[in-house]
């Protein structure tokens, strides 16, 4: 199992610093056509598309990576179809109810209705960027990891060629979104391609009743968890600007940097763990590449505490240099909230709702430390609170998962006692 962990973790790693580093070359691009404000604009979006994925998905997909590898091929096929035309459905109804209210939603986010129009743009594209990536994540049940990376890293170059060239004509902001539904339009597509054999007019209510009891408690759990991440944004508009908000967007796509380790591993091992936990050698195996793993983030996070100003300063201009401080506490809890997957006794478990308690217990300390540490330390304070929380969130997830699939982590009490 570690070989195949290990094999695609390579492979998912690959396509996580092909996509990154188009991302990062990006972010020039976006510094000198988006103001800090402009910025701000798009990431409020951004944060406020992904709460509203999770609500409108259900979280369904959730779902078909659990039963998926379980399955026969007929059922695999009813399961990943009903999944498919249920997410298609519930995002069509979604755009209907809400277009008579964009521009109420624009003032709520932005206290304008100038932006209303971009609202609209930025919905449609969180409803494609879902369907695609739900076809993509479907590559990962069926474990084709080669052609998940040339997906992904198709979709971030369609991204990256369109909106530049829009900005560079004038767009603005609009640019990022329609650049987004272009690319997913494609790689849904082309993700399909790869897997149609799964796909098919089929539609079965006990099924999709089967799903969703697995992955209702995770909807509330998961908006948590995304609150937990990005309440920050909201609380630095309310106490400090839109403009605030840019810089931290600007932060946590630098701080993202750490997903070149996370993604990787989190992408490979989710799967894999589905379908051998069974297997007697596999928590050892879990412990393992987690010890490395670490190894690696701590020497990065450091890599980031040195020289963030230096990077900040090479590739984006003078508006954007309070962001150098916060990227390494940002990376922090990039990491924390990205090797969940470490700790996966309560998901084997299927006992989601200590999903939403963790998640729950998670966010409220996050809102109380960014609502204290704000006032003192600006945005500093901000990204102090959300390493905290995520460092606490992690570790929930390792001493409950103990309960249900113990893992022989380096600090437990049985391997300490092992190794002495």
């Known amino acids: 199992m570690i070989k195949k962990i290990l094999s695609d973790s390579f492979i998912y790693t690959v396509a996580n610093i092909l996509t990154k580093a188009i991302g990062f070359i990006m972010i020039p691009v976006y510094t000198t056509f988006l103001s800090t404000k402009e910025y701000g604009v798009v990431d409020l979006l951004v944060v406020t598309g992904s709460i509203i994925s999770v609500v409108i998905g259900l979280e369904i997909h959730q779902a078909v990576s659990r039963f998926f590898p379980e399955s026969n091929n007929n059922d695999k096929i009813t399961i990943v179809s009903t999944a498919f035309w249920s997410i298609v459905f519930l995002y069509v109804f979604f755009i209907i109810c809400t277009t008579p209210f964009y521009s109420r939603i624009s003032v709520f986010l932005f206290d304008s209705t100038k932006y209303k129009e971009i609202v609209f743009i930025a919905f449609l594209s969180f ?4 369907i695609y990536y739900y076809c993509s994540s479907q590559l990962k049940w069926q474990l084709k990891s080669k052609q998940n990376l040339l997906v992904s890293f198709i979709y971030s170059l369609i991204v990256a060629i369109i909106t530049y060239f829009m900005l560079l004509y004038g767009y603005g902001i609009m640019s990022v979104f329609i650049a987004q539904i272009i690319a997913s339009i494609v790689c849904a597509i082309l993700s399909y391609m790869y897997s149609k054999e799964y796909y098919a007019f089929i539609f079965n209510l006990s099924c999709l009743k089967k799903m969703i009891s697995f992955s ?76 490395y793993f670490i190894i690696l983030s701590i020497l990065l996070i450091c890599f980031l505490f040195c020289f963030s100003e230096h990077i900040v ?64 330390y600006e945005l500093m304070g901000s990204a102090y609170a959300t390493a905290i929380s995520s460092f606490i969130y992690f570790m929930l997830y390792c001493v409950i998962g103990q309960k249900y699939y113990y893992i022989p982590y380096f600090w437990t009490r049985n391997n300490f006692k092992l190794r002495r």
């Not at 409803?127 to 879902?130: E, R, S, Y």
């Not at 924390?336 to 709702?353: E, L």
């Open 313 to 376: 300063r090479l590739v984006a201009n003078e508006f954007y240099i309070k962001a150098a401080t916060i990227i390494p506490w940002l990376s922090i809890s990039i990491l924390f909230i990205g090797i969940i997957n470490f700790a996966p006794g309560v998901f084997i478990a299927k006992k989601t709702s200590y999903v939403l308690y963790i998640n729950i217990c998670s966010l409220v300390l996050n809102i109380l430390l960014n609502l204290v540490l704000i006032k003192k």
């Open 127 to 130: 409803g494609f960027n879902f």
């Open 216 to 291: 209702l408690p995770l909807v509330f759990s998961v908006i948590m968890a995304y609150a937990m991440v990005y309440a920050d944004r909201f609380i630095i508009k309310y106490f400090l600007s839109v403009e605030d908000v840019g810089i931290y967007g600007i932060a946590f796509r630098f701080a993202s940097v750490i997903t070149l380790l996370t993604s990787g591993i989190q992408t490979a091992l989710t799967p894999l763990i589905y379908t051998h936990y069974r297997d007697k050698n596999t928590p050892a195996s879990i412990a393992k590449i987690f010890n």
